[in-house]
C-alpha cells in the first residue's frame, strides 16, 4: 500500500499542542498589549528567592525572576508571558533538532528493548516544517540498515493508531526487489549473509525470546542483530518497493508488525533517524542502560 490510501500525516501529539499552546500564549500577551491599560503600578515586592527557590524558576521560566513588566497583569498574562520562551525551546528542539521516543514492545529486539528510551535526530535526512513533516531541505535520503522513527501510514484507519509512531529497520529503498523467504533476506537477487552468534537470552520483558536464534545480518555498511523464532519462520514476501516508499521490518522477525503485514513507509512520514539510548526502564524490572545501538 501508497500513501494514496493512507491516513494524513497530521494528528494530534506533542507538538501539536506545543504548538498550540504557544499560538494561545502569544495571542492571550498581544491582545493584553493592545487592548488593556497598562498604567506601569510601583513595584515594592522584591523579596530575594531561596537558592533552591530561583532554580526550580529557572528551570521552568529560563529567568530568575519575575518579568516586572507584567507583575499587574492578570495571571493568565502573566503565566503566558513567562511560559512562552520556555515553550518556543522545546517546540524548537522538538521540531528541527532531537526528539524523543520510547520502544513500546520487542518487535526491535535485541538491538532495542521494551522500555529502551531513545533520540531521534530530526535533521539526518533534511529540515521538515514541524507538525507537518514538510521537508524544506534535504541532506540525504534514509539507507538500508538505518533505524527509523515513522508516522504510521494506518492504511487500515483503525482509530487506536491514529497518530503512533512506529519504530523499524529500513531493508528497502525505493526501485529494491525484495524478497524474504524461509527467514532469508534476498535485496535485488542477492542474498544477504548473516552470522550465528548462537541462543538468545531474554531479559524482562523479553525474556520469552530466550532461545530464539540470535543472528548478525550483514546489510550493506549497516550490520545489525537479528532475532529468529527456532520453531517457525516468520511471513514471507515478495515485492517491489514504490518510489517515494520504503520497505521496513523490526529486528525480531517474528515478533514485529511491519511492511511485510501493512505496507511500506511514505518517505514524508519519516520523522527522524534513532542513534541513541539514553535510559532504560522495564515494567517488570527497572534497569539503567546508556549508549548507542547498531
Known amino acids: 500500500m501508497t500513501i494514496e490510501n493512507a491516513s494524513p500525516f497530521f494528528a494530534w501529539d506533542v507538538s501539536s499542542f506545543l504548538a498550540l499552546f504557544l499560538a494561545l500564549a502569544f495571542i492571550i500577551v498581544v491582545i493584553d498589549q493592545l487592548f488593556f491599560n497598562h498604567t506601569q503600578m510601583p513595584v515594592t515586592d522584591k523579596e530575594q528567592k531561596p537558592i533552591l527557590g530561583r532554580f526550580i524558576y529557572f528551570s521552568l521560566f529560563l529567568r530568575f525572576n519575575k518579568s516586572e513588566k507584567y507583575l499587574n497583569r492578570p495571571k493568565i498574562v502573566q503565566w503566558s508571558a513567562e511560559f512562552f520562551p520556555v515553550l518556543l525551546l522545546v517546540f524548537a528542539l522538538r521540531g528541527f533538532v532531537i526528539e524523543p521516543f520510547r520502544i513500546p514492545s520487542n518487535s526491535m529486539m535485541p538491538t532495542l528493548l521494551t522500555g529502551d528510551f531513545i533520540l531521534v535526530s530530526k535533521f539526518d535526512y533534511g529540515v521538515s516544517i514541524p507538525i507537518l513533516n514538510k521537508k524544506i531541505i534535504e541532506f540525504s535520503k534514509p539507507e538500508r540498515g538505518d533505524v527509523v522513527v515513522f508516522r504510521y501510514p494506518n492504511y487500515e484507519k483503525k482509530s487506536k493508531y491514529q497518530g503512533a509512531d512506529f519504530i523499524k529497520r529500513v531493508i528497502g529503498i525505493p526501485g529494491d526487489k525484495i524478497i524474504y523467504r524461509a527467514d532469508s533476506l534476498y535485496v ?77 513507509v511514505p518517505e514524508s512520514y519519516i520523522i527522524g533517524k534513532a542513534f541513541g539510548i539514553w535510559m532504560h526502564w522495564d515494567k517488570s524490572l527497572k534497569l539503567d542502560r546508556i549508549g548507542g545501538f547498531d
Not at 536464534?213 to 550483514?218: A, I, Q, S, T
Not at 523464532?229 to 517491489?240: E, F, I, R, Y
Open 188 to 264: 535485488n537477487g542477492v542474498k544477504i549473509n548473516n552470522k550465528n552468534i548462537g541462543a538468545y537470552q531474554g531479559v524482562e520483558s523479553g525474556s520469552t525470546m530466550t532461545g530464539f536464534k540470535h543472528k548478525r545480518e550483514l546489510l550493506d555498511n549497516n550490520p545489525h542483530n537479528i532475532l529468529l523464532d527456532p520453531n517457525q519462520h516468520s511471513k514471507s514476501v515478495k515485492l517491489t518497493v514504490p518510489e517515494e516508499h520504503y520497505f521496513v521490518m523490526g529486528d525480531n522477525r517474528a515478533r514485529s508488525s511491519d511492511s511485510r503485514f501493512w505496507g511500506f
